[in-house]
């Protein structure tokens, strides 16, 4: 399928005039320097003045103008797998992170339940307050063994995790190297570190070079961050050349696998699997226990040194409640599963694959998805990305668009999270009918061009 640029211009084209007329009317002058006392008054304190919370507003207004229903924060009614019930409605589920159908295993959920009857649901305080209980150390054994490094540290958040430890690592005198489409959670450590941020184009590692020939000297530590598996795109980068360039260049590497495990590799040990690199050739392996783990936090696997040091130095661990009993045992429970049943990772390559397969036949954007666990369907404009996510639910399929600022606005996207529980079935129809409503709303733009008529634009 081609894509026609004619209703996308006629969609960009409501959308900047709804923003434009609602902008103009919510958007006060910014007083200038002499008037600001008496025109900054108690009003700047409400909260609807925040910049965000305005542009939010006028996403909201735009979207009620032409009739587009809210997408987001639906509530499952259920265990969301790769079916789910939402307001009263089975539906075909791909917005979860549960790769490999853990969430819910009788083995991952008896694990949580013998930890809640041992001892209770929480850890009440920092580790370092009051304690460990058994379910971190055996967790952070086992993490660390999966990855041969020396040690691994687990916390309440995998965002957290990101934040506190480069946060702890870096200081202003550094730099961090950072794929362009890096998760936040590395940019928002990277700021709270003070170190200089330069980012690279994504997966390039060419650029990467030229940013270290230039700029490596000028610094005295640095650290490369890339991803395993993008959680946008569903790429992977060349693990083995930047390595290479992280040795030239004395810098660390750490790679953010969040993504990763369970999925890349043969027996989804992740991107040193997928990539055939020993585990030992990057310096920090970060990930989260809410994705293939099913349950919630993240670590840090590396040097003893290292995890002793943001034991007793990172914020996010020393001053943050230990990971709860009940989800550290479930996401240790989930790593063993995953780990003695290699053949969900297989069934989720074949779906992945499969899904991959018929898009690109019937002529939808994946990017560069490689056909794993996320895979987006690029459609242009938010609008375009709202709209198709709605007409799929309304179908029985429940998908997430992506819109900016989280990608640019011209790359909104549907992201599909693939499981190794879809059925064939699942993944056929689901293609299908992305196919189908895509080709009817490029055509039907009328709609809008309608709607843009009557607002007398
Ligand atoms: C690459 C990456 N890193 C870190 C995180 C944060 O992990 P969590 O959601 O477990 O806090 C995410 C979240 O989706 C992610 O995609």
């Known amino acids: 399928m081609t894509q026609s640029t004619r209703p996308d211009a006629g969609r960009a084209a409501l959308a900047s005039f709804v923003t434009n007329r609602l902008g103009r009317a919510s958007t006060r002058p910014a007083p200038s320097q002499g008037e600001a006392k008496s025109d900054v008054p108690s009003s700047a304190q409400d909260f609807e003045k925040l910049a965000g919370y305005r542009e939010l507003k006028l996403q909201?207004?735009?979207?009620?103008?032409?009739?587009?229903?809210n997408p987001f924060f639906r509530?499952?009614?259920?265990?969301?797998?790769?079916t789910t019930r939402m307001e009263g409605k089975t539906c075909t589920n791909f917005s979860s992170y549960d790769y490999l159908g853990l969430n819910g295993h009788p083995a991952v959920s008896g694990a949580a339940r013998k930890a809640i009857d041992a001892f209770g649901t929480s850890a009440s305080a920092s580790r370092i307050v009051a304690g460990e209980r058994p379910g971190h150390l055996k967790l952070e054994k086992a993490l660390a063994a999966h990855y041969g490094t020396e040690a691994c540290v687990v916390m309440v958040s995998g965002h957290a995790t990101n934040v506190t430890a480069i946060g702890a690592i870096l200081e202003s005198a550094d730099v961090i190297f950072h794929d362009a489409l890096i998760h936040n959670s590395v940019v928002t450590g990277a700021q709270l570190s003070g170190a200089q941020r330069r980012s690279f184009a994504h997966n390039d590692v060419a650029s990467l070079e030229k940013?270290?020939?230039?700029?490596?000297?000028?610094?005295?530590?640095?650290?490369?961050?890339?991803?395993?598996?993008?959680?946008?795109?569903?790429?992977?980068?060349d693990l083995a050349a930047f390595v290479e360039l992280k040795r030239?260049?004395?810098c660390w590497l750490m790679v953010d696998d969040a993504h990763g495990l369970g999925v890349l590799g043969r027996t989804g040990a992740g991107l040193h699997e997928h990539c055939g690199v020993a585990p030992s050739d990057v310096d920090i392996w970060m990930g989260t226990l809410s994705k293939t783990l099913s349950a919630c936090g993240g670590y840090i696997c590396g040097p003893s040194v290292l995890v002793e040091y943001l034991k007793c130095t990172a914020g996010g661990f020393v001053y943050s409640?230990?990971?709860?009993?009940?989800l550290a045992s479930?996401?240790?429970?989930?790593?063993?599963?995953?780990?003695?049943?290699?053949?969900?990772?297989?069934?989720?390559r074949r779906n992945g694959n499969l899904f991959l397969a018929?898009?690109?036949?019937?002529?939808?954007?994946v990017g560069t998805s490689l056909g794993l666990a996320v895979i987006p369907v690029i459609v242009g404009d938010s609008l375009k990305a709202v709209t198709l996510s709605n007409r799929l639910y309304a179908r029985g399929i429940n998908v997430q668009p992506i819109i900016h600022p989280a990608v640019p606005e011209r790359a909104s996207r549907l992201r599909f999270f693939i499981t190794s529980e879809h059925t064939t079935d699942q993944i056929k129809e689901t293609v299908a009918a992305i196919t189908e409503e895509l080709a009817a709303l490029e055509t039907g733009s009328t709609l809008i061009e309608q709607l843009m008529a009557r607002r007398g634009s």
């Open 330 to 348: 479930a996401a240790d429970a989930a790593l063993t599963v995953m780990l003695a049943e290699p053949e969900r990772v297989e069934r989720l």
């Open 75 to 82: 509530v499952h009614e259920i265990r969301a797998g790769a």
């Open 358 to 365: 018929i898009a690109k036949k019937n002529g939808l954007n």
């Open 60 to 69: 909201r207004s735009a979207a009620d103008l032409i009739g587009v229903a």
């Open 211 to 237: 940013l270290l020939e230039a700029t490596r000297h000028e610094h005295r530590r640095a650290l490369i961050v890339i991803e395993g598996l993008y959680s946008m795109d569903g790429d992977a980068p």
């Open 321 to 326: 409640v230990g990971l709860s009993p009940p």
């Open 248 to 250: 030239r260049y004395d």
